[in-house]
Nanobody, 118 residues
Framework: EVQLQASGGGLVQAGGSLRLSCVAS????????IGWFRQVPGKAREAVAC???????YYDDSVKGRFTISRDKAKNTVTLQMNGLQPEDTAVYSC????????????WGQGTQVTVSS
């Protein structure tokens, strides 16, 4: 069974840092891209960052230079290091997986709340 387990959210002051982890089971990073998404109540979910099977990364403009996505194949874990957090980064963050030959993320982990106080 393919599963994603996200963790690492919490409450932090503006300017602070958090590290989110997404542990994958039942899939290989050689075949899947992993993405981090966030959603605020009443707004559409937005893509934050992703890393494809080749290790190439993508970032939304709003987080470029502040967030870093990386992966550890041995631990089957994708990490989102978030620095310089701002109140507008407050959201529920989720990780998701898509097969490398598709564009649709169809495997989702549970969300983890990130709250940034001003």
């Amino acid at each position: 069974e393919v599963q994603l387990q996200a963790s690492g959210g919490g409450l932090v002051q503006a300017g602070g840092s958090l590290r989110l982890s997404c542990v994958a089971s039942g899939l290989s990073f050689d075949d899947y891209a992993i993405g981090w998404f966030r959603q605020v109540p009443g707004k559409a979910r937005e893509a934050v960052a992703c890393i494809d099977k080749a290790g190439s990364t993508y970032y939304d403009d709003s987080v470029k230079g502040r967030f870093t996505i990386s992966r550890d194949k041995a631990k089957n874990t994708v990490t989102l290091q978030m620095n310089g957090l701002q109140p507008e980064d407050t959201a529920v963050y989720s990780c998701a997986a898509r097969r490398s030959d598709t564009t649709r993320y169809d495997i989702w982990g549970q969300g983890t709340q990130v709250t940034v106080s001003s």
